[in-house]
């Protein structure tokens, strides 16, 4: 499963992703971080996080990025 989303707490809201605290996601635990990105700014975080969710390009080459490096 990929999950897109944004947040100040990394830590915490992974934490709270694996305890079953996120209604949207919850039964689909435990998970395994294995890429994120970081941003300056809130409002540069959501503009990637809407662009992701929106499919198309950007989404495609992340899941390229992503598959790749799990391949090694």
Known sequence: ?????Y???LRRRFAEH???????IKGREPFEL?????YRSR???MRRERMLKLGGRAL????GRIAQSLET
């Open 1 to 5: 499963m990929l999950y897109t989303g």
């Open 7 to 9: 947040t100040s707490d």
């Open 18 to 24: 694996n305890s079953g605290k996120s209604k949207s």
């Open 34 to 38: 294995i890429y994120y990105e970081a």
């Open 43 to 45: 409002s540069d975080a």
């Open 60 to 63: 495609g080459q992340l899941k």
